[in-house]
Every structure is written in C-alpha cells, then in structure tokens.
Nanobody, 123 residues
Framework: QVQLAQSGGGSVQAGGSLSLSCSVS????????IGWFRQAPGKEREEVAAVRTVGGTYYTDSALGRFTVSLDNAKNTQYLIMNSLKPEDSGMYYCAAELRVGATLNSDDFGIWGQGTQVTVYS
C-alpha cells in the first residue's frame, strides 16, 4: 500500500522560493501519478502539478514557469520546487498519489493523500 509523508514548506516573502517534499513508501512499480494540490482558507482545493513515475510532468497555468516537479525514484521522493512565489500561492499544500490512473490533475482521481504542509507567502 502506498503512503505519503510530506515535509518542507514554511513562510517566505513574495518573490522567494520554497521546496516541498513528498516521500512515497510502498510499491510504486506500477504507473503512479503523484499530484500536488493546494487549498487556501475559505477556498476550494485546486490542482498545482503532477508527475508520473513512468515519465511526464504536468502543470497548471498558474504553476507553469514558476514551479517544478521532479521525482527521485532512487529516494522514492517527489519534490515541488516553487519559485517567484506570490501571496496568492499561500495555502495548505498536499501531495497525492494514485496507481494506474494515467496523467491527471483532477483531485477526485487520487485516493492516497499526504498530511499537508503549510506555505505562506507574505508581501
């Protein structure tokens, strides 16, 4: 069974950078899609980016060019590197995983979730 453990996050001034990690335990030899989502207080959860263990990265328009996802298969860890952060990027960030789902940024497709980590960007 796949489990996720998140780390990273924190507070940063607008324009700064933060990195989040999502450690994946369990069998991911099957095609696994790992996504990042965020939720600000009073707002709906929104997608950010995703990566597949068989290859392929996917970004929303708000993340493209500023955020990078990468997967270190040797460490079974996914990273979300966020640059040029804006106050509207603030929120609780979650990584999520699902096996054999293909490429998706739809949170409803993910059944395995990390515990979340807070990102705060102040102006």
């Amino acid at each position: 069974q796949v489990q996720l453990a998140q780390s990273g996050g924190g507070s940063v001034q607008a324009g700064g950078s933060l990195s989040l990690s999502c450690s994946v335990s369990g069998d991911t030899s099957t095609d696994t899609c790992i996504g990042w989502f965020r939720q600000a207080p009073g707002k709906e959860r929104e997608e950010v980016a995703a990566v597949r263990t068989v290859g392929g990265t996917y970004y929303t328009d708000s993340a493209l060019g500023r955020f990078t996802v990468s997967l270190d298969n040797a460490k079974n860890t996914q990273y979300l590197i966020m640059n040029s952060l804006k106050p509207e990027d603030s929120g609780m960030y979650y990584c999520a995983a699902e096996l054999r789902v293909g490429a998706t940024l739809n949170s409803d497709d993910f059944g395995i979730w990390g515990q979340g980590t807070q990102v705060t960007v102040y102006s």
